[in-house]
């Protein structure tokens, strides 16, 4: 069985109750393999920033992943897969243009975005766990 760390990196709101560590640090020979869990666009103190703004949560959000990523010597560039849960599917393209801003000339990573009908922040618009491979 393959040795894993589980951090929550300084700056990244982690859980209020300790219910998840925001990545999974797997170790795979010559390369890691990071798991982020799923990011929703809140601040410190747990509150949702962005209100109603789709564009402003997905920048929030995709700000948070790239601390984690930073935290371990990772950039946007690593991620090889995101899993994005929208609360409105109708509004993808608000998320997909602010999302090219964080993968601009690079490969695309694989994707799937789904609706669902809540988030665990009642406020949330949006969440997106990614994995990134270094």
Not at 45 to 70: C, E, F, K, N, S
Not at 79 to 84: D, E, S
Request: glycine share 6%; hydrophobic share 45%.
């Amino acid at each position: 069985m393959t040795a894993f760390t589980l951090d929550n990196p300084a700056g990244v709101p982690s859980s209020p109750h300790k219910a998840f560590s925001n990545v999974a640090v797997i170790p795979l020979g010559e390369r890691t393999l990071l798991m982020l869990a799923g990011q929703v666009a809140w601040d410190d103190d747990h509150r949702i920033v962005g209100g109603d703004d789709l564009r402003a949560q997905t920048r929030r959000v995709m700000d948070l992943i790239g601390q984690v990523l930073a935290a371990h010597g990772a950039t946007f560039a690593d991620v090889v897969n995101l899993r994005t849960f929208l609360t409105d599917i109708s509004r993808i393209r608000e998320y997909g243009e602010v999302r090219s801003e964080y993968f601009p000339g690079l490969p695309a990573p694989t994707s799937t975005t789904v609706e669902v009908s809540a988030l665990f922040m009642p406020d949330a618009l949006i969440e997106v766990e990614a994995t990134a491979v270094l």
